[in-house]
C-alpha cells in the first residue's frame, strides 16, 4: 500500500499569492511576540534535544494547561502534533470522523494514513458541535473524532458542558477525540483543554497563531502517557526531537503569556469592530465573535473560489470556503493592521456588487 496524502490547497494558496497582493487577510497568525530572551539561546544543547521536550519548556506548558509534565509531548509544531496523534492511533480501515468545515490537513492526514473519513457538519451560522450528530455518525470501526476549538475557521468555541459529555460519550464507546487547540487561547470566555476531561481526550497546541511565532516550530500533545508513547515512536523515525532554540525561545514566550493577550486584545477589539461593522452594513450573516482572530462569513455566492479569484485581480487575498468544506463563505484573518483590514473588506464589498451571484 502507498500513502497518498491529498495536497493542502490552503497552503499553496496563500504561498502562491501573499507577495502578489498588497491586502493579505488570510494569515491566521498574529504579528511575531518579541520576547526577551536573554541568554537562553547560549544554554541550548546544539548536539541533541530532549526526546519529550526540555523540563524548563513542560514546566511552563504545565502552568499555562495545568497537565502535568509527563502528559506532555513537545512537537515541532502543532502540524507535527497533529499528525503524530494520528499515525499513532490510526490503522488501515479505520473510520474517522472530522467536523467540516474543517482545518484542511485534519481530514487529508487521516486520508493520506488510508483510514475511512466521515464528515459531521457544523452548521452555520454559529457552527455549533452537533453531539446527536457525532453519536448518529460513529460505527463500530470509529476510531478517533477530529475537532477544533476555537474553530478553524469559524472561531466559534464549543463550550465545557459541550466537550465533557463528548470525553463521556468518548469512554462509552471507545473512540478518542483529537481536538487541535491552537486558537484557544484567544478565547474571551475561558476553556478547560479537552486533555482535562479525560484520558481518551488529546489536544493539541502550538505557538504560531497568538505568539505569531510559527518560526520556533514548537507546539505540544497533552494525552495519556501510553499514546505519548505511542507518538514517540512515529517520531523516532522522523525528526527524533525539537529543535533547542527554538525550545528555549518558547519558554521565554510563555512566561510572557500575559503581556501576549494584552498585545493580542487591542488588536483585535479594533479588528473585529471594524469586521462585524462591515458584514452588518452589507448584510452578510457571521458567527457571534468569540476572541479568534480568524471569522468565515457567508457570502451571497456559491462559487467562492472563483471570487477569491477574482480579488486577487484587486489586490485582496482571502482562502475561499471550498478548501474548508464549505462554499459560499471566506475565511478573513483579523491579525493584520488594521488600515489593511479596512481597505481589503472595501474592495471586498466592490468586488460583490461586480460578480455575478
Known amino acids: 500500500m502507498t500513502l497518498d496524502f491529498p495536497p493542502f490547497r490552503l497552503l499553496y494558496w496563500i504561498l502562491d499569492n501573499y507577495e502578489k497582493v498588497k491586502f493579505d487577510l488570510a494569515s491566521s497568525n498574529m504579528p511575531p511576540y518579541v520576547a526577551d530572551l536573554g541568554d537562553r539561546l547560549k544554554e541550548a544543547n546544539l548536539a541533541m534535544g ?20 509527563e502528559n506532555i509531548l513537545v512537537t515541532n509544531g502543532a502540524s507535527e502534533a497533529n499528525f503524530l496523534v494520528c499515525a499513532a492511533l490510526l490503522s488501515h480501515g479505520d473510520d474517522v470522523l472530522v467536523e467540516r468545515p474543517f482545518y484542511e490537513p485534519l481530514a487529508s492526514i487521516p486520508q493520506g ?42 472561531g466559534a468555541q464549543i463550550p465545557d458542558d459541550v466537550v465533557k459529555e463528548l470525553s463521556e460519550t468518548a469512554r462509552e464507546k471507545g473512540f478518542y477525540v483529537l481536538c487541535d487547540e491552537i486558537f484557544m487561547d484567544f478565547a474571551h470566555s475561558p476553556s478547560r483543554n479537552a486533555f482535562s476531561f479525560g ?17 520556533f516550530r514548537v507546539g ?14 512515529v517520531r523516532e523515525h522522523m525528526a527524533v526531537t525539537c529543535c533547542s532554540f527554538g525550545e ?9 503569556r500575559e503581556e ?11 479588528n473585529s469592530r471594524t469586521v462585524v461593522d462591515w458584514a452588518r452594513g452589507e448584510g452578510i450573516e457571521m458567527t457571534p465573535w468569540a476572541g479568534a482572530n480568524v471569522c468565515f462569513p457567508g457570502l451571497p455566492l456559491e462559487n467562492t473560489l472563483d471570487f477569491c479569484k477574482h480579488l486577487l485581480d484587486v489586490e485582496v487575498l482571502v482562502p475561499p470556503g471550498e478548501f474548508f468544506g464549505l462554499a459560499g463563505h471566506v475565511r478573513i484573518g483579523l491579525g493584520c493592521e488594521n488600515s489593511v483590514l479596512q481597505e481589503g473588506l472595501r474592495r471586498i464589498s466592490e468586488a460583490l456588487r461586480e460578480f455575478p451571484a
Open 50 to 69: 530532549s526526546l519529550t521536550g526540555i523540563e524548563e519548556l513542560k514546566d511552563a506548558i504545565s502552568d499555562v494547561s495545568g497537565a502535568d509534565p
Open 113 to 154: 494514513l488510508d483510514s475511512n473519513v466521515k464528515f459531521v457538519d457544523r452548521e452555520p451560522i454559529d457552527f455549533p458541535l452537533d453531539l446527536a450528530k457525532v453519536e448518529e455518525s460513529l460505527t463500530p470501526a470509529t476510531k478517533l473524532l477530529v475537532i477544533t476549538n476555537l474553530h478553524n475557521p469559524s
Open 199 to 215: 484520558g481518551r481526550m488529546i489536544s493539541t497546541v502550538g505557538l504560531s497563531k497568538f505568539y505569531g511565532t510559527g518560526g
Open 220 to 233: 505540544w500533545i497533552l494525552a495519556e502517557e501510553d499514546i505519548l508513547m505511542r507518538c514517540r515512536r
Open 248 to 256: 528555549q525561545a518558547a519558554v521565554a514566550v510563555l512566561r510572557e
Open 260 to 270: 501576549v493577550k494584552t498585545r493580542n486584545r487591542k488588536i483585535l477589539d479594533q
